[in-house]
């Protein structure tokens, strides 16, 4: 176990020290860190003390084109006391980009079964998720897992209650068996995956890809919780999905491959869940805009495709960056 002195890691309270011990192999934890500032901190800070890695754990941070104070909070943790090693770039390339650094980074220093964490910036792992997201890689034959996101929205506005009902949606899905990575918080065996298309508008459908093409699983671990925030307003919510959109779109007309949630053959089991989570008028209002939105998002991202528009580089949402804890986090 690694104790330091509170005053070596910002944002840590009094009374707590970093705990790195644990059960597994070496791991290391890959963070894409664009103009977070409202939250990589705390998830530095989760990582260092809430989930109990083992001792040799790397955290890898690339922070790519920042403009606020990113790189100046990361560089505060990185260096000979902390575990975390930040890969600075001036010039921001999109998310595809900065994964290829850290699958490099990894594969160079680690070995060949050493899992490697994906962790949005912006989001937070409950306590102990990490390690359960882990569990199922004693299997040889599992290539991949993925956890369970929760967004903390305020599910009293319409555009919150739509949020709810995606991830619950998805959720419901991968509870089913038909599992499709997030990359919220997943975990996978790097050298299944030594690099992807930097043009990618979506990375992790593509990363899926990879590892079921080399026969290996995707498993669902439903109690490796992540909080994070979604879109607390239409024009943002619309925008989010129709990038998703054309990801997926765009690595089904490249390889034929299609991830569970957008495989139309599954929008019955989809519709039926939305009607058996109970159809108060709240809820049916919701689930009619629900469709709406994710309608003219195909739509739009069809479109997109077609004149060569791949938002390889994410717009940024404001309303998804503010994960402060509260009643709805931990």
Request: charged residues 25%; proline residues 6%; glycine residues 6%.
């Given at each position: 176990m690694i104790e330091l002195a509170m005053n070596e890691v910002p944002g840590i309270a009094h009374g707590e020290t970093l705990q790195m011990v644990g059960s597994h192999s070496k791991i290391s934890i890959g963070i894409?860190?664009?103009?977070?500032?409202?939250?990589?901190?705390k998830l530095l800070q989760n990582l260092l003390t809430k989930q109990r890695l083992f001792q040799d754990t790397k955290i890898i941070v690339?922070?790519?084109?920042?403009?606020?104070?990113?790189?100046?909070?990361?560089k505060r943790y990185s260096g000979s006391r902390f575990p975390v090693k930040l890969i600075f770039e001036e010039k921001r390339r999109g998310k595809a980009h900065?994964?290829?650094?850290?699958?490099?980074?990894?594969?160079?220093?680690?070995?060949?079964?050493?899992?490697?964490?994906?962790?949005?910036?912006?989001?937070?792992?409950?306590?102990?998720?990490?390690?359960?997201?882990?569990?199922?890689?004693?299997?040889?034959?599992?290539?991949?897992?993925?956890?369970?996101?929760?967004?903390?929205?305020?599910?009293?506005?319409?555009?919150s209650s739509i949020v709810h009902l995606i991830w619950d949606l998805h959720h419901r899905m991968n509870s089913r068996g038909d599992v499709k990575m997030s990359g919220e918080l997943c975990a996978i065996r790097p050298e299944l995956v030594k690099g992807i298309p930097v043009n990618l508008a979506t990375d992790e459908p593509y990363?899926?890809?990879?590892?079921?093409?080399?026969?290996?699983?995707?498993?669902?671990?439903?109690?490796?919780?992540?909080?994070?925030?979604?879109?607390?307003?239409?024009?943002?919510?619309?925008?989010?999905?129709?990038r998703i959109c054309?990801?997926?779109?765009?690595?089904?007309?490249?390889?034929?491959?299609?991830?569970?949630?957008?495989?139309?053959?599954?929008?019955?089991?989809?519709?039926?869940?939305?009607?058996?989570?109970?159809?108060?008028?709240?809820?049916?209002?919701?689930?009619?805009?629900?469709?709406?939105?994710?309608?003219?998002?195909?739509?739009?991202?069809?479109?997109?495709?077609f004149k060569g528009k791949i938002p390889y580089m994410w717009e940024r949402l404001p309303s998804t960056k503010n994960l402060s804890p509260g009643k709805n986090a931990f």
């Open positions: 894409c860190a664009y103009n977070e500032e409202e939250n990589i901190h690339d922070c790519s084109g920042s403009t606020d104070r990113t790189l100046e909070i990361v900065a994964l290829n650094k850290i699958f490099k980074e990894t594969n160079l220093g680690c070995g060949d079964d050493d899992p490697l964490v994906l962790v949005n910036g912006d989001d937070l792992p409950e306590p102990g998720s990490i390690d359960r997201l882990l569990q199922p890689f004693r299997d040889p034959a599992v290539g991949a897992t993925t956890g369970h996101p929760v967004p903390i929205n305020n599910s009293e506005d319409i555009c990363i899926e890809m990879m590892i079921r093409q080399k026969g290996y699983r995707v498993v669902y671990v439903p109690d490796a919780i992540v909080k994070m925030k979604g879109p607390d307003n239409l024009r943002e919510l619309f925008n989010q999905r129709r054309v990801g997926h779109a765009q690595i089904k007309a490249l390889t034929g491959f299609a991830v569970s949630t957008f495989d139309v053959r599954n929008l019955p089991f989809l519709l039926s869940e939305s009607i058996r989570m109970g159809l108060t008028t709240k809820k049916l209002s919701s689930l009619i805009i629900a469709a709406l939105v994710e309608t003219v998002a195909r739509l739009s991202a069809y479109f997109d495709l």
